[in-house]
């Protein structure tokens, strides 16, 4: 790789994850954003997927507190009720444009109580559409269920494989790769459980990555906290939550990687703040930036609050930029409710 882009792509990681700021995923896909419309009564169309976004993204202020936005293919090429597109309101606001550009996970051949990511078709030619349109980053995430015998090893090596396989693509268009397996909180698995699994995980992925020359200093990883299962009788305190991630990340992720921004998961949107806070405060001194990018955690509030109507826009963009500044505060271990 010509040194200009490493040092691009190093600048962009590191601006991402710089303090005090964090990462929006809103790159939903129609079936998940309609899912979670759904919920709370909005119908989902290309137009109400529009204003919602919208919303989001003309907060007052989010500059502060917000680093970059990771996007929907649907959402990057469509233009703002006033006329200018999405990205450049981002751009204007100061957050750097993102985009998802995995194509889902499905059911595993011969394996279907597991998922692999799909998406490596064409991902070259797409990559530099993207770019073209303005992202500066990237986003892929592999799922990794606990269950009776299953993670298979099959099932980890071949999304650690396609999560190095993409970020190998990003880098060479110029685009900072988010790396994001995720060990998923379904089950009754133990907090051990999900350590285990997950420290497997990120050591099989950065296997990958050697082998595909991905540059450590120009991506950032998106792991899940190592965290109890959401239907385990037992519930980890939010001190054990911190301690077992960290120690898990010490042992599977490379000092050279500048920042780990976490997925919430399905944890609520405090506890995620939560978890987050008590790594930044019990741990100094750790080689990677600990911060966030969240859907769910971020979003759940403004989309109940607003619900659709254009009369709620002002008291949704509330409830965002205090779930947005709750964590902004985490990322020092500042944080209380
Ligand atoms: P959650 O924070 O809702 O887990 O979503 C993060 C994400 O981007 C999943 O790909």
Known sequence: MEFSTLERLEETALELVSP????????????TIGKRFKAVGIESTEETRRDYREMLFTTEGISEVLSGSILFDETIRQDASDGRPLVEVLKEAGVIPGIKVDGGAVAMPLSPDEKVTQGLDRLRERLQEYSDLGARFTKWRAVITIGPDIPTSACVEANAQSLARFAAHSQEAGLVPIVEPEVLIDGEHTIEECYETTLWTLNRTFHHLYEHNVELSGMLLKPNM?????????????????????ECLLRGVPAAVPGIVFLSGGQSDKQATAHLNAMNRMYEGLPWELSFSYARALQERPMETWAGKSENVEAAQRAFRHRLKMNAAARSGGYSE
């Open 20 to 31: 005090g700021r964090g990462i929006l995923a809103a790159d939903e896909s129609h079936g």
């Open 226 to 246: 190592v965290i109890s299962g959401k239907d385990a009788e037992e519930q980890a305190p939010v001190e054990e939550v911190a301690a077992m991630t960290v």
